[in-house]
T-cell receptor
Framework: NAGVMQNPRHLVRRRGQEARLRCSPM?????VYWYRQLPEEGLKFMVY????????ESGMPKERFSAEFPKEGPSILRIQQVVRGDSAAYFC???????????????FGPGTRLTVL | GEDVEQSLFLSVREGDSSVINCTYT??????LYWYKQEPGAGLQLLTY?????DMKQDQRLTVLLNKKDKHLSLRIADTQTGDSAIYFC?????????FGPGTRLSVLP
């Protein structure tokens, strides 16, 4: 059973370009979370999705950022018109169940390191 | 909102015990976690503790939870060079995890 997969592992973009980050959850997991890690900081929650639904996007910037988790295929985090401040590591995690009721282990991918020139 | 704090750096000698501390402000978390992040990698769950427990031991790892003081600690016995990494504590609040800034553990030979 492969773990959470993210690609690309490294992404370089110039200011104003678009960045697309992909995340394939573990087999059988239907819950996906995106986090951003700035240098020397912890992970900050961005968005929580289930298949075809955004459940909680309270941590995501209102502009330029969007996320989806279609019925088929990976979850996508899209950043339009990137700026230097978007440079960070973006981690995806998946879990098999909703965390409100039960122990909720999130399995993390290796991350995508975005550099904006 | 919830705030989780950790000291940023810790150095220990190989074979000694390491104690990594974490404080949090919101006590409603049902579970508290410790994750390990090695260079260039994602986070790996080390252990977790249910909020009504005071202590949990798992091989070289001991987690202590003081709910009154909102303090969580991770003790690594017989620290090895392979333990060098960043350690994050986190609490789960519904679907969301709130992470501390991480403690960078350096193990000296």
């Amino acid at each position: 059973n492969a773990g959470v997969m993210q690609n690309p592992r490294h992404l370089v973009r110039r200011r104003g370009q678009e960045a697309r980050l992909r995340c394939s959850p573990m087999k059988g997991h239907s819950h996906v979370y995106w986090y951003r890690q700035l240098p020397e900081e912890g992970l900050k929650f961005m968005v929580y999705l289930q298949k075809e639904n955004i459940i909680d996007e309270s941590g995501m910037p209102k502009e330029r950022f969007s996320a989806e988790f279609p019925k088929e295929g990976p979850s996508i985090l899209r950043i339009q018109q990137v700026v230097r401040g978007d440079s960070a590591a973006y981690f995806c995690a998946s879990s098999p169940r909703n965390g409100e009721v039960d122990y909720n282990e999130q399995f993390f991918g290796p991350g995508t390191r975005l550099t904006v020139l | 909102g919830e705030d989780v704090e950790q000291s940023l750096f810790l150095s220990v000698r190989e074979g000694d015990s390491s104690v990594i501390n974490c404080t949090y402000t919101d006590s409603s978390s049902t579970y508290l976690y410790w994750y390990k992040q090695e260079p260039g990698a994602g986070l790996q769950l080390l252990t977790y503790i249910f909020s009504n427990m005071d202590m949990k031991q798992d091989q070289r790892l001991t987690v202590l939870l003081n709910k009154k003081d909102k303090h969580l600690s991770l003790r690594i016995a017989d620290t090895q060079t392979g333990d060098s990494a960043i350690y994050f504590c986190a609490g789960s609040y519904g679907q969301n995890f709130v992470f501390g800034p991480g403690t960078r553990l350096s193990v000296l030979p």
